[in-house]
DNA sequence: TCCTGCGCTAAGCGCTTGCTTAGCAGGTAA
DNA sequence: TTACCTGCTAAGCAAGCGCTTAGCGCAGGA
């Protein structure tokens, strides 16, 4: 899975062979299918446990305050940091939905908009106690969750930035956009 | 070249046949090398067209001003009206990097060094003037530009918002995050 | 000592891939 | 009329694809 992981990562699902994924591994090909059923499943199974991964990461965010401005810091951060420090799952996570089947996309796709959800009730909690104002809070959730999900695509381990440094900046870019800077 | 784009937008390089794109364009598939050398070269038509069209549509707005206000208000209604309008060319341009050969990759990411180094300047022009204040200019940079990106990668024409109601909320966004609001 | 099950490999099957070849219809020009 | 383009197709080649089959070495239990 690792080796799976890091060949659809760089060069996506269908620019992977199956040979790729073993020779990665050090095994045979055929021995990839003594322990998975397919290439896709192989697939499903990284972007089934990515997506929880995800929602556990915003959850568990959430769950650390009570006040929507502490709350959002802190998913901000959780968020910025799992997809820079994980940008190689992240990125199959939000790039290879394509070539899952279309019954393992509805399943993931319903843990998206738990995520989706999640942020769009904390900015809507902020709106609602006063700490927040944006006129779409709807729109500005999906902005904030961009702002995350984007640095899967441009994050290099060897760039000038830590992921902690880039979640803190980023931290204080959310706090502006919902106006509670 | 539309066949292609279509395809290649829909599954990917890689998940693109050179027999999706004939049949597409209602041709066989020999004809296809009629007109372009391989399907690689055929991205890489594709992918530079699109990343001149974004330098230029980001280089036009910056010019419709000289207040840095007014310059990044343009800029990220122009850059999201683009990844809105066209996200099936958008989603090529972002995300097809890794199937260029090594010296179109080149080429291409020179192009998009430029597209960040407009949005740097523009930040720090600002933060300069005094109308911005922003502890990481090219941070904030980056992430005004992965706001844009991103919205190639969720935006639906069947969605309920258009282009342009993007374009007004994130243009607003991005005075927050510049400190300009 | 023998047996069983597990993790693995060598070989290969049927199919699809990117791309090439040979050739053909129809328009243009001398 | 003849010659030659241009834009296309039918057919097919070599290579690579996902995946299967048959079988092998070895650890653990009876």
Redesign the pocket.
């Known amino acids: 899975m690792a080796a799976a992981v890091e060949s659809f990562a760089a060069k996506g699902f ?1 620019g ?5 994924i ?1 020779s990665g591994a ?10 998975h ?4 499943d192989l697939l499903f199974q990284i972007s089934r446990s990515g997506h929880d991964r995800a929602l556990a990461v915003v959850r568990d965010a959430v769950a650390t305050s009570r006040d929507p401005r502490e709350q959002l810091l802190a998913v901000v951060h959780a968020f910025v940091v799992y997809h820079a420090e994980d940008h190689t799952g992240a990125r199959i996570v939000n790039y290879e939905l394509a070539a899952l089947s279309p019954e393992h996309l509805e399943e993931i796709a319903a843990t998206r908009r738990q995520i989706e959800q999640e942020m769009r009730d904390l900015v809507e909690r902020g709106v609602a106690t006063g700490a927040f104002t944006t006129p779409n809070p709807e729109m500005t959730a999906l902005a904030l969750l961009s702002l995350g999900i984007d640095v899967a695509r441009w994050y290099r381990d060897e760039g000038e930035w830590t992921p902690t440094q880039i979640a803190d900046h980023y931290s204080d870019l959310a706090l502006r956009m919902v106006g509670a800077a």
């Open positions: 269908h992977t062979s199956t040979r790729d073993a050090g095994m045979s090909p055929a021995a990839l299918y003594v322990h059923r397919s290439k896709e």
